[in-house]
């Protein structure tokens, strides 16, 4: 299944003392900043069905370091998307045909 997603990144909340330099073969730097992509099950209130944090090392995830949440992502294109539930709303008008009479 092909899929775009869109989104965007907080920049304020990127630890930029995790972004890695490597030295390319031609001798070029590039610079790397690893993430994280959850996808959910459902869309959340703003319709984004996807969230990225900053990646962790193998030793903050064993220690159960909190995530750190940049960004989200929404569906903008699908050539066979899954039906995602919508978010439940708990007004009362959702209610309307569960009265008793």
């Known amino acids: 299944m092909a899929e775009i997603l869109s989104g965007s990144i907080d920049l304020n909340?990127?630890?930029k003392s995790k972004?890695?330099?490597v030295k390319k073969k031609d001798g070029s730097?590039?610079?790397y900043y690893d993430i994280t992509i959850f996808i959910n099950n459902e869309q959340d209130q703003y319709n984004n069905i996807a969230s990225v944090s900053q990646g962790q090392s193998?030793?903050?995830s064993q220690n159960k370091t909190?995530?750190?949440f940049i960004g989200?992502?929404?569906r903008m294109w699908s050539d066979n998307a899954p039906k995602l539930e919508q978010p439940k709303n708990n007004s009362n008008e959702d209610n309307k045909d569960d009265l008793p009479f």
């Open 58 to 60: 193998k030793e903050e």
């Open 72 to 74: 989200s992502l929404k």
């Open 13 to 15: 909340k990127i630890d």
């Open 66 to 68: 909190p995530k750190t």
């Open 29 to 31: 730097i590039a610079k």
């Open 19 to 21: 972004i890695k330099e």
